[in-house]
Each structure stands twice: as C-alpha cells, then as structure tokens.
C-alpha cells in the first residue's frame, strides 16, 4: 500500500490565524456595543463601511495579484484593522475619508508590503495618522456622550450626515460636537487652569471621561479575555499600562494641579485600545518576551510625552508607529540564552 | 532559569524546562492489551544501517542457512552495531528495499526467509556474576548483541557506555518518559518487564561506575507502569537508584529535556550528556542490556506500538526486527478503510512512510495510521504573523521564527547565528503555529544544506590542493625537459669534434643511441614485471594499497599454476 508522506509534526493544530483574529473580534464586541450606546449609531456606520471597504480592497489586491482571494480574506485579518480603525475614529466621519483610510491601510501600508506578516506598521494606525493630518478638523470632530448630548441624532439623520455631510435643520457642527476629554484637558490646562477647577466640568466621570470610561473598561476586559485565551501575551499590554501608569503618577506626585491622575490616562483616549489591541499587534510588534516589555514601555512613555508637552492630544497611534520602526531592533538586542549556552550551562 | 518548578510525589525537586506542550496523550488507545508476541512474518527485511554511524558488514551471502541469534552483520568501527538473525531461516538476498529514512527510499537490506523452526544458534555464555567482571567486558558483550539507544534515536549504546576515564559520571538516567502522544511501548514494557529494566539498570550502573545517583524518569500518566517499576526495584533493590514520577508534558523524553527536568542541569551546546557526568537510557535499551550479559541473547526483538484510529485494533506486539510494518498491521486486525497515512514513530517527531513494506527497525518504538479525520493535516500554510508562539514553545529557547525567516531566505550564515543547530525537531514549534508553518521542515533543509555546503567546502579544498600539485608536477616536467634539451643541444655541438673524422652522419648515430637506451629501458622493466607507474604524491592509504597489490602479485607470479601455465 502507499501512503501520503507529509512532514512532521503530524499533529492537530490547536491554533490557526483565523482563530486568533476571531478572538480580537470577540473582544471588540462588548466596546463597540459601549460606544454605539455612548456615541450613537455612527459607530456602527462607520465600522460597517470600513469592513467593506478593507475586504473589498483586500480582494482587490489579490486579484490584482493573480492569488485566490478567499484564504485571504478568511484570516480577517482585514476585518480588524478596519474594526480597529472605525473604533479609533469619530462617529461622524464623512464616508470617504473611512474609504480613503480603509485603501490606503490595507493597499499601501498592508499589501504592497507583501500583505499579513510583511507589513512594518499597523495598518490601521498609519491610516489614523495619515487622515488625522491630512483632515485635522474631521478626525476630531467627536461627538459627547449620550448624556451630555442634546441632540441625539436618529439612524437616518446620522445616515446623512456620513453620507451627504448634511445635519438636521437647525444644527450645525459646533454645536453637535464635542471635545474629547483629552482635548479639554489640555485646552483647560493651558488656559492655566488646575485639575481640580477643570474637573468641576460634567465631562468628568468616576476615573476618567464620562462615557469614556466605560468603554475604556469594557476593551480593558475584552484585553484580560485575550490574555486568558492566550491570544495576546500580558507582556506588551502591562509594559504599556505600567509605564504610563508610572510617568503620570510621578509628574501627579510632583503637581497634582496641573497633571491628571494616573487613571485619567489609562482611562481616556487609545491608551486601553493601545495596550490590548494594537501595541499588541503582532505583525508590527517586538516579539520576545523581554523586547515586547521594552516595547510596551516606551509606547506608554511616548504616549506621555506627546499627549503632556506634544502637538496632540492623543498618541497612541504616533506611539505605535515609531516602536513599530524599533521593533526589529529591540529584537535583535533581546534574545533569550538558549538552553546549553552561557552562563546557565553546566560543565 | 534555574528555579525549580515543583516536586514530584516522593518529595524530589524537579527542574523546569523552557516552553514545551500539552495535548492528548491518546495511550489509553493502545495500552490497555498486554503485549501480543508478533508472528514471525513470510520475509525477514533487515537493513544493514539501522542505527547512527556506519552501516554494518555482511558476514553472510544468499542461500546460506542461520540460526535465530547468529551474527549476519558485523559492526563497522566503533560507531556501528552488528546485525543477528531474528530467527532460523534461509538468507534469500542482500539487497535494495525500502528502508525507515526520511531521505532515502531505500537502502542495503539482508532478505531473510524464516524456515518457521526458530532455532536458536549458538550463544556466549550468560554473565551472571558481571558485577566481578572488568567493566570492559560487558561493554564487549553488550557491543556484541548490537545493541542501540530504543527510544528511537538508535544510536549504538556501547559508545554511551564508555565516555573515557577522564569522564566520570555521577548520574544514570533511565528514560522511561515516553512523551510522545500515542506511543505506549515503554509503558506495556514497564509494566511487563519491569524485572528485565531493572537488571540492565544494575549492569548500566557497574559498566558506567557510576559514582551517585541513577534516576528513572516516568511521565505521571502511566500509574500502572510506575507502580511496577516500584515493585520490580522493591523486590530487586538497586543502590541509589529511585524513579521519579515527572509530569506530562511534551517533550519530557527529550534526552536534554529529561535531565533538566531531573537534575536541573543543561547539555552544553554541541556537548553530550557525558561531559557534565550523565548518561541517559532508554528503558527498553535497559532491557536488550540484561538480556544481553544475563541471557547471551542478541538484540534480535522489540516492543512496537500499533495504533491509530486507522488500525482496527491498536496494541503492542513483540515484534522480530525486519518485520515489515504490513505484517504488523494485519496482526492488529489490518487498516480501516479510508486510511491513508502510516507514520513511523509518533505524531510530532515520526516520519510519513510512503510504503507498509518498510521494516521494523532496532529504533521503530510506533506504526501510526490515523484514520481520515484523525490528526487532521493542516493543510497550506499561511503566512507568519510574528506571533512568537514558537519562541514560548521551543524547549531549547531557540527563535523559531528567525530561524524560519533566515532558512526561508537561505541565508545559512543567520540561520546558524540563530543556533540551528541546537534545534532537536520536536516540532513543538510547529504544533503551536497559527499560521501552520512547517517549520521543521525548513531546519531540516537548512541543515541538510549547511551540511552540504561543508561537504563542498571540503571537496573544494581538496580539488585545490590537487590542482597545485599538478600544477607543480608540470612545471617541474617542464623545467626537466628543458634541461634535457639543453645538454642534447650542448653534446650535439660537440659531437663532430669528439667523434673526429668518422664517415657516420651525427643524427642517424643519435637515433641509434636513442633506441638502443629505448631498448634497454625495456628490458630492464620487464625483468621487474613493472610499467612505469605515477606513483610520486601518494598518501599513506594509496601506498598501502598498491604494496598489497604488488605483494598479490607476486604471489600469484610465484604459485605453481602460474608456474606450470608458463
């Protein structure tokens, strides 16, 4: 008789890629559900349009490219970029920029690369950053949580507003949006206002912005579930969070008037996005366990610095690109003795 | 990385290892049957190499008759085991058949035709009282009975057994871990001739000298196994000696591996366990040992293991060596329909047999045939992501995926700076891959690769110096000719004058002289039965050679039918 001869292992596999991305999914879900219930439907406008849009350039590329398509798109890899995008960017944002994000994520910075695995940055960031300076005004044009917002906007009405830019009669832009809560720290804080007369504000909720947190909670969760289903290692996430948490409580320590609590920080913007979904990228990341705990760092370091004395309010997306830029190198410098050699060994 | 990571039940520290995996260990599938003796098949298939080193010598031709346990091969060099017959027989062939090699699809193989009697030959006698005899002696008897490591490495165990005096080992250890998912011959070995093991652990323990411990080392999910072993070491106590339930994880039976776990210390790179004072064995080479100094008898049988949900009825036989894995299979109630692979070995370190007429080698510890749906093949592979899984996983705390990205690029240069050659395949790494890269399969090319390019370097390096040596020999001819030419042209100058007023033309006397010396040189080298031979740059092996040849020569010259046919 003959038989198939294929290389061992002959084992079953326990993991694939499509796996590990259901799992981030799965983990986005309930922070989606917070800032659809916070931020109204837009989200998922957004987040739909950008599924499409990153399968579809996807698709495109593999064609182009003479691949079948179908493996491709089945790893959904793409789907989380374009999740990871949407959850990043305003609820409102006009329905070509989401486009021109999605393309320019998944052709230029993903697959001109080579596609999954070959990319240097996180596609979704390098997208962020691109639209946030080439259209400053729409990507920050936030809106205020649901309980601070005077005019929620119906399905259809935020329908239009993705599509056609037009707003119920009787509204304008100013007055249907809001700050984010990073944003008004730092305005208040550079009007020289202290951090208690800043937080007389109702923006402000138990530990950080309200709403925020609780969507800043819920990734937080959807993160601990990623490292308990080991499709994350705790390494980057904690070396974030740490440094962060770290940096902020030593300038708090030195002057609580004029720097937030640590858990302000944690809490707002893309700092629990960062940790959990992003920074841990593991295409773009650092990937042995002492490199990822100097990687980690010094984007909570990054992000401190940018979001304290840069031009941003915000930086986690600028954190993660420039430690994508170090990660071969933290590498190269971080690798594990391996068993037999140095000191360790015996005889 | 020198902490330990718990005790085992008797209270001993044990010593974690870097990375390794959980999963199935799928035993009970086959461990529940005591051992069946295997019948002795229609054809015999012995490959002459089945072990690491040099394939033995031929001590037989075809159409001569043996007798179970007689020597049929003999051991080449000291890096080598001898071959003996399975059982009586008649010797049909030496042969090509397929063989168990990852490369190789077939190899040297002695054919044997059982003739059913099973008659033992002639056997040393036993040595009961080894513990009085020189170390050395035991060796020679173990070296004798061809025994190699049975866990599945084969390598010869009577080298393992002489590290040199300027080694002295401190510890045995005897691997009863048997971590491969699916295997179960050392577990029904254990548990059936635990007796046997613990006699060959005594002699491995007088051969080596060992001055400390001796540790048996069992993976805690074979409680029926340990608890035999327990009882055999009660009823037969050994000094110093303790087994040590370990816990299951793979790979625990990695040589390295296991001595970490036991004694927490690391095989240094490229270095053997000898070098820090340990010698590690396999249960099963334990037994071959006893039988060998108690028994006389050879190496001539094994445990195998026959499972997989492809089989219709898994087990473990006692199986003759060359039995063809068919023989086994149908003794086992024969494959399921829908099977469509056979694995030599186990799920994550055995070889995909592309044939069932592949023997049972001295190494073979499993047949595997999953059935369809079973150890389901991954299928492509997607690309890395640079997860770093593999890194988590590597017992030996390699970078996987550098190694992987390097062997992809051939860049044989950073694959070895990544330490490729530490790696020990255990295809942990590949297990655990989301991507579902073969990864060791791309190490195994890349050292096949640097393999060859050594093997070339050396050839190269040879072919130069041959080169310049010619290159030299012509130029040293040249300078001669010239020389030669120089004086003929100096006496042809002179000739006139010294020959005076003789009416001979100078050439033609030239040309006479020329022949005449022709002549000569020709007789002279007849008388010595030679033609002019090469023979300036010889080595010491060629020279040897031809001395052998002239001395043959001669001799055939001088015997009387040479002399009559004259």
């Known amino acids: 008789m003959e038989f198939l001869t294929l290389p061992s292992p002959h084992s079953e596999r326990p993991n694939s890629v499509s796996r590990v991305m259901r799992q981030v999914l799965l983990a986005l879900l309930p922070a989606i559900v917070a800032l659809t219930y916070y931020f109204g439907w837009g989200v998922l406008i957004n987040l739909i349009l950008a599924s499409v849009t990153a399968l579809a350039a996807e698709a495109a590329v593999m064609r182009a490219r003479g691949r079948p398509a179908l493996p491709v798109l089945g790893d959904l890899s793409a789907l989380v970029t374009a999740w990871l995008f949407a959850i990043a960017t305003p609820p409102l944002l006009p329905w070509w920029i989401t486009v021109l994000g999605m393309v320019f994520a998944i052709v230029l910075v993903k697959q001109l690369y080579g596609g999954l695995g070959y990319n240097p940055f996180n596609p979704a960031m390098a997208a962020y950053i691109l639209l946030l300076i080439s259209y400053p005004v729409e990507m920050t044009n936030w809106l205020p949580p649901r309980m601070l917002n005077e005019h929620l906007l119906s399905f259809g009405e935020t329908l239009s507003a993705v599509f056609t830019g037009m707003l119920p009669a009787g509204l304008s832009w100013d007055a249907l949006s809001g700050a984010t809560p990073l944003d008004e720290m730092r305005t208040q804080l550079s009007m020289n206002r202290t951090i208690s007369e800043i937080h007389q504000s109702p923006l402000w909720g138990d530990f950080g912005a309200l709403g925020w947190e609780w969507v800043g909670n819920w990734l937080f969760l959807g993160g601990v579930w990623l490292i308990y289903k080991r499709a994350i290692s705790w390494h980057i996430p904690v070396a974030m969070l740490g440094s962060l948490a770290a940096i902020s409580m030593f300038f708090f320590t030195i002057d609580p008037a004029t720097h937030p609590f640590p858990l302000f920080h944690l809490f707002s913007g893309g700092a629990m996005l960062g940790a959990f979904f992003i920074a841990t990228d593991p295409v773009t990341a650092a990937t042995t366990k002492p490199g990822q705990l100097i990687y980690g760092a010094a984007i909570g370091l990054i992000v401190f610095v940018i979001r304290t004395w840069g031009g941003y309010p915000d930086a986690v997306a600028f954190a993660v690109l420039l430690m994508n830029l170090a990660a071969p190198s933290i590498d190269h410098y971080s690798q594990p003795r391996v068993v037999g050699h140095g000191e360790g060994r015996d005889g | ?566």
């Open chain 2, 1 to 566: 990385m020198t902490h330990p990571y718990g005790f085992s039940p008797s209270g001993r520290m044990l010593w974690e290892f870097h990375g390794g995996v959980h999963m199935p260990d799928m035993k009970s599938l086959s461990n529940g049957l005591p051992t069946a003796k295997a019948a002795i098949p229609p054809l015999l298939v012995l490959p002459l190499r089945q072990h690491i080193g040099e394939a033995a010598e031929p001590l037989v031709k075809a159409g001569d008759r043996v007798l179970k346990g007689e020597k049929i091969a003999r051991g080449a060099g000291i890096l080598s085991a001898s071959l003996h017959a399975p059982t009586s027989g008649i010797l049909r062939a030496i042969a090509p058949h397929p063989i168990p090699h990852a490369a190789a699809l077939t190899g040297l193989c002695i054919l044997l035709e059982p003739d059913g009697e099973d008659r033992w030959g002639e056997l040393p006698p036993p040595m009961p009282d080894f513990a009085g005899l020189d170390p050395g002696k035991v060796i020679e008897r173990i070296r004798w009975a061809g025994i190699v490591g049975m866990g599945g490495a084969a390598f010869p165990s009577a080298v393992k057994l002489a590290p040199g005096p300027e080694r002295a080992i401190h510890t045995l250890i005897i691997n009863g871990a048997e971590c491969e998912p699916y295997i179960s011959c050392d577990d029904r070995l254990m548990r059936e001739q635990a007796q046997r093991i613990v006699r060959g652990i005594r002699i491995l323990r007088h051969v080596l000298d060992v001055t400390g411990e001796c540790l048996i080392g069992v993976e805690d999910n074979k409680p029926e196994a340990i608890e035999a072993m327990r009882r055999a070491l009660a009823a037969e106590p050994v000094e110093a000696t303790e087994l040590v339930v370990i816990p299951t994880i793979y790979p625990s039976g990695g040589e390295k591996q296991l001595i970490r776990i036991l004694t927490g210390r690391e095989v240094p790179s490229k270095g053997i366990p000898a070098h820090i004072g340990i010698v590690c064995h396999n249960v099963a080479t334990a037994a071959a040992v006893a039988d060998a100094v108690l028994g006389g008898r050879p190496l001539i049988s094994r445990y195998v293991t026959v499972t997989g949900g492809g089989v219709v009825e898994p087990g473990n036989l006692d199986v003759l060596l060359g039995t063809p894995a068919a023989d086994l299979i149908a003794q086992r109630g024969g494959f399921r329909p829908g099977t469509d692979r056979l694995i030599l070995g186990g799920p994550m370190m055995g070889l995909a047999l592309h044939s069932d007429r592949i023997p049972i080698t001295k190494g073979g510890n499993c047949l595997l045939a999953p059935a369809p749906g079973e150890l389901i093949d991954p299928g492509p592979a997607h690309a890395c992501i640079r997860c770093g899984r593999c890194a988590d996983a590597c017992p030996m705390q390699l970078l996987p995926q550098q190694l992987y990205w390097h062997a992809r690029a051939r860049d044989m240069d950073r694959v070895q700076e990544y330490n490729l050659f530490d790696c020990i395949e255990c295809g942990c790494c590949a297990h655990v891959c989301p991507s579902h890269i073969p990864l060791v399969q791309y190490y195994r090319f890349a050292k096949g690769a640097i393999w060859g390019r050594e093997v070339e370097k050396r050839k190269a390096e040879r072919a130069r110096v041959r080169h310049e040596a010619r290159q030299a020999r012509l130029e040293r001819l040249e300078q001669e000719r010239k020389a030669r030419l120089r004086k003929k042209t100096e006496a042809l100058k002179s000739a006139p004058q010294a020959a005076g007023g003789t009416d001979e033309d100078p050439k033609k006397a030239a040309i006479k002289a020329a022949l005449e010396r022709a002549k000569a040189k020709k007789a002279a080298q007849a008388e010595v039965g030679a033609v002019p031979k090469n023979t300036a740059h010889l080595t010491e092996a060629q020279q040897r050679q031809i001395d052998e040849a002239d001395q043959r020569r001669g001799k055939v010259a001088s015997s009387p039918e040479n002399k009559a046919a004259e």
